[in-house]
C-alpha cells in the first residue's frame, strides 16, 4: 500500500510520500508546486505563474521552463500515487491542481483553525495546536515565491492558540514560548499581552509589569506612540491586581482524558546545523520503540531531539510529554520518576486532586491512558536506566538522551542506540555564521577548530561574538589559541563546557577518575588497556574496565578494539586535573620502551645490547611479523609523542634508548618524514646525555636512514663517526656494526675496492667474535659491493653463504635480502633461470610476510629479469607493482626504478 501524498508549504517546499520527501528539482520546480498548491482546484494563469516566479524580467523561455517543468511534477506524481489522487490539469490559460486541500498544510491549517472557533475549549487547543505543528520553518522558505497570507495564517493559528491554552490554565508552559517571541517582535502587542497573563497568573506579577514596561519603551521609542488601548487596558488591570481569576475549562469530573493532547516540548532551539543524518535516522525509526541518543557533554543531544520532535510531532496526533530529568544537573540531583509522571498524568489531562499517591498506581495509571495511542514521550538528560524505565510507554515511542550509553534499557527494551558526535567542520563553519553574524569563512574555520567542533563550544563563541561588538574575532582566537585560556573562554553565564565536563567527571567511580587524571599526563592521543595498566599498575582487565567506564561517560571514545581517545576540549579539562605527572611519565616510557623492544625482536636480529624484555610490562599480543607491525604502526604517534614528552622533561637518557629500539620498524617500514623526525629526537637526547654509546648508535640509526635514502656522503659521514666513538667503549658490537654501514656507505658512493676490503675485515672480525647474526650482515654486504664492482662469481659464493647463515638463523627478512642478491647476481651470470627460481621466491616470502620495502625491490629485480627474458609485458606489471609499493614507503622512486622504467618506454611523475 503507497503512503499518501502531502504537499509541504509551511517551511520548505516539500512533495512527500508519506513522510519521506521526493526529489522533484531545484527552486523554480517547487516554486511552480507551491503556487498550484496555494491556489489549489483552481486554474492558475501561465502569465500569472511567470509572474510570481521571475518577476518583471522572465527569460525568454520562460513558458519553456514552466511546461517542461510541469511535465516533471505530472511524471513524479505519476509515479508514487494513483493519478486521480491528485494530478495537474492543463485547463487554459494554464494549469490546475487536483488534490485533496486535507493533503496541503497551509490549506489544511486553515481548515483546522475554522474547526477550533466551534469547538469545545479542550478540543479547541488540541485542534490548534496540531495546526501550529503544521509549520517547519518560515513559510515557503527556499522557492522564489511569496504569499504574505501564509504569514498572517501562522499569525493566527498561533494566537488563537495561546489563547487556548491560557484559558485551560496552561501558564507556566507558555512562559519561555512567548518570551522568546515577545524579544523577538515586541511590537505584537498581543502576544505581549499574552505573556503578561501567563505571568501574572503564574505569581509573576513584576514581571509581567516589566514586560509592559519594555514593550512600552521600545514603541516610545522606534514610533513615538503609546501601546495601543487594550494592552494598555490590560497593564492597569494587572497593576491593581484586578484580573478574574481563572476558573477551571470543565468541572474535574467531567475531564475526558482521552481527549487531552498533550504538548509539553519547549520551544525549539536556535539554528541547528549539520544533523541531516541524525534527522533522516530519527525518522527512519518505528513508532513504537525505545531510542537512546548519547553522546559527549555539549555535543547537542537535547538540541537536536528536540528539533526532530518538532519536526516530526505529525506522526504523533496524540501528542508529546517532555521531561527534563536533571541526570547531570550539577545544582541539582535527577528528577525523581515520581514526579515525572506526576507530570505526564497531568499533561494527559488528570486533575491534580485526582493523582494517585503510590509510585506503582502511578505508573499502572500512566500506562493505562498511554496504551492505544501514538503520543511521542522525550525523556532529556537521563542518569541511568532506572530512573528512564518507569517512565516509558507501552506501544509507542520514546527517546531518551543521556550522557551514558544507558546498555541497560538495550537489555531490557531492545533499545536503539546511536551516538552523537561533533559536527562535521563545514556545518560548524555554517553554525557560527549563523550566529556570530560577524568574521570571515577562514576565521569561522578556525574557530571551530579551536573549538572542536563541540557545538554548545560553538554557541558560546557565536554567543559572544554576537553580543560584543567591542572584540574583533582575532580576539577570540588570540583567546582560544592558548591552551590555558581556551576553556576559561567557553565560559559565558551558565553556559560552560568545563561545567558540562564537570558534572561528567563528578560522575565517575573513583578507579575511574584516577585513569582519567592519569591520562591527562599523557602526551599521546589515544590509549589502550595495557598502557593504562602499566601507568595505573592494575591488571589489564581492571584497566580495560575503567576505560569503558569513561567511554560509558563520553569522556573518552573507543574508536576501535581498545583504542581508547578523547575530544581536543576533554583533552584540556583532563590536564587541568592532572596529577602525579611524573611517574605517568616514567611509566609510560618503560611501558613502550619494553614493548617496541619485544616487537622489534619479531622483524629483525638486534645488533645494539640494548634489552627491555625483562621489564614487568604486559604487553599486547606480539606472536608473529603482522602483530609486531601491526603495534608499532597503530602505536607510533603515540610512540613519538612520548619521546618528545620526555625529551622535554629531560629524560635524555631514556629517550634515545626509545628511539633506537623504535628504529628497527623504521628499517622495515620506511617512511622518511616519521623515521627522519624519530632520528632527530633520539639523536638530540644522546648528544643531551653526554654518552659515547648513545651518541654512536644514534649516529648508526641516522646512517641506516641515509643509505635506505641513498644519502651517500651522509651515511658515510655518520659510519665514520660511530666508528671513531666505538674505539672508546668495550662494546665490539658496536664496532662491528659501524665497519659495516660504513662498507655500505662506500658501496652507494661507488668506491668498491674500499668497502670489499672494509666488508671482509669486518666478517672476520664477526667471525673471530662468534657474532653469526653480524658476519652474515657483512657478508651480505660484501656480496652487494661485489655485485657492483663486476666481480660477480665472487659476489654469488658470498652471497650464497650469507644466504646458508639466515636460512639457519631463521631470519625471513635477511633470507629474502639474500634471495633477491642471488637472483640480480644470477642474471648479471646469463642464467635467468635461476635468477627467475630465486627472484620468485623472493617475492612471494616478502608478499607473505608484508615486507613492502624488499617486496619492492624484489619485484624490481622479477621485473629486470622478466624484460632480459623477453617478457616486456610481465615486467611491466612487476614494475607497475613495484613503483607502487615503494610509493607507499618513500617520498620518490630511487634512480635504479627511473632507469629501469626508461628502458620499458614508461615515464615516472
Known sequence: MREPLRIQLLGPVRLLSGNRPLAIGGPAVRGLLALLALDADKIVGLDELIDALWGHDPPATARTIVHGNVSLL???????????????????PGYRLIIDPDRIDAHRARILLQRAKTAPLTERAALLAEAHQLWQGPELSDVPVRAPELAELRAAVHGARIDADLALGRHAELIAELSALVRENP?????????????????????????YRRVARHVSDSFGIDPGPSLRALHERILNDDLPPVAPALPPAMVDVTRIVPRQLPPAPGPLAGRGAEFAWLDGLPE????????????????????????????????????ALGGFDP??????????LSQFLQGLGVPLADLPERFGERVALYRSLIEGRRVLVVLDDAASAEQVRPLLPPGTMAVVTSRSRLDGLVVSHAATVRRLDPLARRDSVRLLAELAGTGTAEQHERLAVLCGDLPLALRIIGARLAGAEEWRVEDFLAELAGERTRLTALDIGDASVRAALDVSYRGLSPEAAST??????????????????????????????????LAAHHLLTENGPDVFTQHDLVRLYQRELATRGEHVLDRSLRYYQAVADRARRKLLRVIDPLDFTGLPVVAPALDSVDEALAWFAAEWPNLIATATAAQDAGRHDEVWRLARVANTYRIVRPVWDEWSLLVEIGTASAEASGSAEARAWMLLARCALGLTYELGERSLADAEAALGLSRELPDVRLAIAAKIHRGCALTLLGRYREAIDCLRETAEEAERAGDLGQRVQALNRRA???????????AIRHQLAALEIDRRLGDDSYVVASLNNVGELHLHLGDSDEALRYAREAVELTANRGFLLQEALSRLTLARILRVRGDREGARAQLGLSVALYRRVSPRITRTMADELAALGLEHS
Open 74 to 92: 505530472r511524471r513524479v506524481l505519476r509515479s508514487v500515487q494513483p493519478s486521480d489522487q491528485a494530478l495537474i490539469e492543463t485547463v487554459a
Open 187 to 211: 511590537r505584537a502587542e498581543r502576544t505581549a499581552g499574552q505573556l503578561m497573563r501567563a505571568l501574572y497568573y503564574s505569581g509573576r506579577r513584576a514581571d509581567a509589569l516589566d514586560v
Open 288 to 323: 513504537d520503540g525505545v531510542v537512546v541518543l548519547t553522546g559527549a557533554a555539549g555535543v547537542g543531544k537535547s538540541a537536536l531531539v528536540v528539533s526532530w520532535a518538532r519536526h516530526a510531532s505529525r506522526r504523533f496526533p496524540d501528542g508529546a510529554l517532555y521531561a
Open 331 to 340: 545544582q541539582h540531583p535527577p528528577v525523581e520518576p515520581a514526579d515525572v
Open 516 to 549: 582519567f587524571r592519569a591520562l591527562g599526563v599523557l602526551a599521546g592521543r589515544s590509549a589502550g588497556p595495557h598502557l593504562v595498566a602499566a601507568i595505573e599498575e592494575v591488571s589489564v582487565p581492571a584497566a580495560r574496565a575503567r576505560l569503558r567506564e
Open 784 to 794: 652487494d659491493a661485489e655485485k657492483r664492482a663486476g666481480d660477480h662469481a665472487a
